[in-house]
T-cell receptor, first 112, second 114 residues
């Protein structure tokens, strides 16, 4: 079993829909949880960064972490065609001095 | 990313050749990371530098891979006797990023081994 599991998709939704992306993980030492967005032939771009359990909201994006279930989610409201990209969940045990473990990424297509 | 440049952006080489990939943080950052991203996969950790020294090189797949950061700024990832399986995008990341929280990635070098 990989440390981080993420459905690779692709996921296609109509413009304006709410998108739900999620990952599960197995290492209970993970404390820092991130979502990166990656456009084709670009480096990953940090979207959301959360410490421990709970919710965090930033504009149209909401990140949720449930450490008891080892499950994290990213919700995108009012999805736009420009949101079409690959979304990578990622996590680490420490904020500094630690490697980040990534999921495979979910390819998302927002249909106009 | 604006905080990290990587050169070359693309590199095509033949099996068995030696390659060097460069990461240049625009402003001084103590921590620097290398990751490798194969097609359809998430990035995988290779090595992490704290200053000039490699603090964690547990992700290097074998002894054909080596990285240096002699002056604590620019880093070079070196791959000897390249194999077709080395084809991937090699990403460099720095900490802290502009938001001061977690790793900030460069655009990557796409390596193709024929």
């Amino acid at each position: 079993q990989k440390e981080v599991e993420q459905d690779p998709g692709p996921l296609s939704v109509p413009e304006g829909a709410i998108v739900s992306l999620n990952c599960t993980y197995s290492n209970s030492a993970f404390q820092y949880f991130m979502w990166y967005r990656q456009y084709s032939r670009k480096g990953p771009e940090l979207l959301m960064y959360t410490y421990s359990s709970g919710n965090k909201e930033d504009g149209r994006f909401t990140a949720q972490v449930d450490k008891s279930s080892k499950y994290i989610s990213l919700f995108i409201r009012d999805s736009q065609p420009s949101d079409s990209a690959t979304y990578l969940c990622a996590m680490s045990a420490r904020r500094k001095d630690d490697k980040i473990i990534f999921g495979k990424g979910t390819r998302l297509h927002i249909l106009p | 990313g604006a905080g990290v440049s990587q050169t070359p952006s693309n590199k095509v080489t033949e099996k068995g050749k030696y390659v060097e990939l460069r990461c240049d943080p625009i402003s001084g950052h103590t921590a620097l990371y290398w990751y490798r991203q194969s097609l359809g996969q998430g990035p995988e950790f290779l090595i992490y530098f704290q200053g000039t020294g490699a603090a964690d090189d547990s992700g290097l797949p074998n002894d054909r891979f080596f990285a240096v950061r002699p002056e604590g700024s620019v880093s070079t990832l070196k791959i000897q006797r390249t194999e077709r399986g080395d084809s991937a995008v090699y990403l460099c990341a720095i900490l802290p990023g502009p938001r001061g929280d977690t790793q900030y990635f460069g655009p990557g070098t796409r390596l193709t081994v024929l």
